[in-house]
T-cell receptor, first 120, second 111 residues
Framework: EPEVTQTPSHQVTQMGQEVILRCVPI?????FYWYRQILGQKVEFLVS????????KSEIFDDQFSVERPDGSNFTLKIRSTKLEDSAMYFC??????????????????FGAGSRLTVL | QKEVEQNSGPLSVPEGAIASLNCTYSDRVSQSFFWYRQYSGKSPELIMS????GDKEDGRFTAQLNKASQYVSLLIRDSQPSDSATYLCAVILSGTYKYIFGTGTRLKVLA
């Protein structure tokens, strides 16, 4: 079964450092997402990406964050100047676009296993 | 008002019983609703999607949607200890591609 692949599974970094989290979405999927889940809290939307540009972003997704699709397969989240409160699990997700974004079947969001970021 | 609300639980049910999980949402125009299961330390995995009012059954799971009441529920029949997890309700906000998740309900199935 196709899956979303994320690397690294766990990254430990010092406060102020930059981190890049990588994702390989399912090959025929066209919408890509990053979500964050702080330990014990809800899964929070960060950003969605389609057709090589950001389609939506949350208030959390400020200038500290950026996303990129550097080639035909990878989708990355860059966090600059990390802070202690950036410690969380970061999930990449993707979905296939059918005949319309709000039609059934095309809307299933598939998540990767996550990248746990620990900022010391 | 929160966009998607769930009781955080824990909801404890004996093995073999029916577990009933509830979710309300604030966007009256939302059309797409999902239930995900998340085991501790793992990523969310889809259980069911529902788009029309009424019931949708898949094995031991039944999702129920009432758009007039802005209410989605998930019933798990013959609950098993392996069903013990956090169940997340998700809604696509109308006019967007944003999937918004509730805080999740933690379910414990007691053997």
């Amino acid at each position: 079964e196709p899956e979303v692949t994320q690397t690294p599974s766990h990254q430990v970094t010092q406060m102020g450092q930059e981190v890049i989290l990588r994702c390989v979405p399912i090959s025929n999927h066209l919408y890509f997402y990053w979500y964050r889940q702080i330990l014990g809290q809800k899964v929070e939307f960060l950003v969605s990406f389609y057709n090589n540009e950001i389609s939506e972003k949350s208030e959390i997704f400020d200038d500290q964050f950026s996303v990129e699709r550097p080639d035909g397969s990878n989708f990355t989240l860059k966090i600059r100047s990390t802070k202690l409160e950036d410690s969380a699990m970061y999930f990449c997700a993707s979905k296939h676009v059918g005949s319309g974004p709000l039609k059934s079947g095309a809307n299933v969001l598939t998540f990767g296993a996550g990248s746990r970021l620990t900022v010391l | 008002q929160k966009e998607v609300e769930q009781n955080s639980g824990p909801l404890s049910v004996p093995e073999g019983a029916i577990a009933s999980l509830n979710c309300t949402y604030s966007d009256r125009v939302s059309q797409s609703f999902f239930w995900y299961r998340q085991y501790s330390g793992k990523s969310p995995e889809l259980i069911m999607s529902i788009y029309s009012n009424g019931d949708k059954e898949d094995g031991r799971f039944t999702a129920q949607l009432n758009k007039a009441s802005q209410y989605v529920s998930l019933l798990i029949r013959d609950s098993q200890p392996s069903d013990s997890a956090t169940y997340l309700c998700a809604v696509i906000l109308s006019g967007t591609y944003k999937y918004i998740f509730g805080t999740g309900t933690r379910l414990k199935v007691l053997a």
